[in-house]
């Protein structure tokens, strides 16, 4: 009995199998080149259709897409097909449906069959738009209907004294346009043409009337009250005055604002952080290195810290009637070298030179070139260290006390803060390129500089931007090198020079090879309103483009320390003047 049934078992899967075989066969007999039951193409019952019936009705439901309604309450909005380049392709989605429980392997068939007929089966409308256009639009109606919301704030008296009033503020709304570009895409899928709600976002930030007397009653107690913050280690001193107290006040809660104090501490950090200096010394011609600038700690404000210090101090002046003191968190790192240290270091005679000259740079320029030049004077690089021009340097801008000149800058002549800087990489690179000292990193300028091929050739420039690009080298020897400014404001010229101690190397630097090479464009006049009107200065010569090459071989007897090429490819470059514009 037992072997019977064991023999019944496959024979009745198999039977089985084959009625499901022919069930299927009969259904895709029935339904041969039709869309399957449960299959529904952009919102409508499909089944039994053939292509060309799909077609013809999605191209009727198409025509009433040809405008989509967008809605708020009782207003409207339309963007026409036509604004976003809308298209849709029937013939594409109607093939989709038919290929529902068509494609595949018999599995996948059977079951896209059943769960068509089971769960139903939605074919989405195939359509394209332009999306650059569909942004467009989208936003243009957001701008139509947003409204910024009026943030409150304290209103200190205008003659001083004890009054004060917060203003509560005023709600706001703003379209969600991530959400609307979801719903409109929603709705061309299906090919709907019914309108579409705006989803539009109230911004909250009127205070109630119990915040705003929280937040007046929280102003009083502040004003007249002041923060006082000292750094011990430079002798400064800054305030917190009542009325920035009154800026960083979260008026809907009893809080403050970190972001806005945050803002404020790295603006302080910035006037504060300064790196270790080692002890500066001036090498004469006597050979004797002599003491001119003692060493410092270098300083960083810690930002967390201060943050958390400056909220609790502020909540205690709510409270308190005297006048808070506060100390500036820093942080402090040793300098490696201190004056007594000096006759140690190896610093014995020089090691390489380079220069420039910067005739015919404007004021500005010039300053610049010297502030960055006095950065460098006296910088000691320890055996084994990498010498980074911007980390020495430090930032360039107007906060650190650079002055706005002329800079090339994305294909552009223009006013950018610290222009000159780079005469003193090209300078510094130079010297370094004469010391045999490895170089790490070095970019080209983009276009060829007049002021660097005075007395030198093409190509023996180094460009520097913060935080990129940076002109690095090494001081592989056993001893520190010693970087010596030399300036000559009325030659309008710059030399840097190396101290060390020689290890016998000897730098050969190529002749420079041009090629390729390409004409200027057109002069470039440039209005200046500095400069009275009739007066022209020529800040840039005509420069052609190229590309060049130059070869650097540094060797120790019949040792190859160093070869390598430096290459250059500079567009061509016009003449730029400034033409003035300053009425008397």
């Not at 006082?228 to 009154?246: F, G, P, S, Y």
Request: proline share 4%; aromatic share 8%; net charge neutral.
């Amino acid at each position: 009995m037992m072997k019977r049934l064991k023999q019944a078992k496959p024979v009745a899967i198999i039977l089985s199998f084959a009625v499901l075989l022919s069930l299927l066969a009969g259904w895709q007999a029935k339904y041969r080149n039709r869309v399957f039951p449960g299959v529904s193409v952009a919102g409508i019952e499909a089944e039994g259709m053939d292509k060309n019936e799909v077609e013809k009705i999605l191209q009727e439901k198409y025509k009433k897409m040809q405008t989509l309604k967008l809605v708020s309450g009782t207003n409207h909005w339309v963007i026409g097909a036509g604004d976003i380049d809308l298209k849709f392709y029937p013939d594409e989605t109607a093939e989709a449906a038919i290929n529902i429980g068509r494609k595949g392997n018999l599995k996948t068939r059977i079951t896209e069959i059943f769960n068509a007929l089971r769960n139903g089966k939605q074919v989405n409308a195939v359509y394209s738009f332009d999306e650059a256009k569909f942004n467009e639009a989208v936003s243009v109606i957001a701008q139509q209907i947003n409204i910024p919301a009026q943030e409150p704030e304290v209103i200190p008296a205008m003659q001083g004294g004890n009054q004060i009033s917060v203003s509560p503020g005023e709600n706001g709304q703003e379209v969600n346009e991530n959400l609307l570009g979801q719903r409109i895409r929603w709705h061309l899928s299906g090919a709907d043409s019914q309108p579409i709600e705006l989803p539009i976002t109230l911004l909250r930030p009127k205070l109630t009337a119990k915040q705003t007397e929280n937040a007046r009653q929280r102003a009083l107690r502040l004003l007249g009250k002041k923060i006082k913050l000292e750094l011990e280690e430079t002798r400064q001193n800054w305030e917190i005055t009542d009325i920035l107290m009154l800026t960083w006040m979260d008026l809907g809660g009893d809080g403050w604002l970190e972001q806005k104090i945050s803002v404020w501490v790295e603006e302080l950090a910035l006037s504060i952080d300064r790196p270790a200096q080692n002890a500066n010394f001036r090498f004469v011609e006597s050979g004797k290195v002599e003491e001119f600038k003692p060493e410092k700690d270098g300083l960083r404000v810690m930002r967390e810290e201060m943050i958390n210090k400056i909220a609790e101090t502020l909540k205690k002046s709510e409270t308190a009637n005297e006048e808070q003191t506060l100390a500036v968190a820093i942080e402090k790192t040793k300098p490696d070298v201190s004056a007594g240290e000096i006759n140690d270091l190896g610093i014995k005679e020089m090691i390489g030179r380079g220069e420039s000259w910067f005739t015919g740079s404007i004021t500005n320029r010039i300053y610049n070139l010297k502030r960055a030049a006095d950065l460098l004077n006296g910088v000691l690089i320890a055996p084994g260290e990498t010498f980074s021009f911007n980390k020495t340097v430090g930032e360039i801008s107007a906060a650190t006390g650079y002055k706005s000149a002329y800079i090339i800058k994305e294909g552009k002549t223009i006013l950018g803060d610290g222009g000159g800087v780079c005469q003193v990489s090209t300078t510094l690179f130079r010297a370094v390129l004469a010391s045999g000292l490895p170089i790490e990193e070095r970019v080209a300028h983009a276009y060829r500089v007049s002021y660097y091929e005075v007395n030198y050739q093409v190509g023996y420039d180094a460009t520097v931007f913060q935080p990129s690009p940076d002109f690095k080298f090494v001081n592989d020897t056993p001893g520190y090198v010693l970087i010596q400014t030399v300036y000559d404001e009325a030659k309008k010229y710059l030399a840097f020079e190396l101290y060390g101690t020689s290890d016998g190397r000897k730098a050969e630097i190529s002749k420079a090879r041009v090629w390729e090479v390409t004409a200027p464009p057109p002069d470039l006049y440039i209005d200046d309103p500095t400069l009275p009107v009739g007066k022209v200065v020529q800040t840039e010569h005509k420069a052609w483009g190229s590309k060049v090459a130059f070869d650097w071989k540094v060797t120790k007897g019949e040792e190859v320390l160093q070869e390598r090429t430096f290459y250059s490819n500079y567009r061509s470059w016009q003449a730029v003047y400034l033409r003035g514009t300053k009425v008397n």
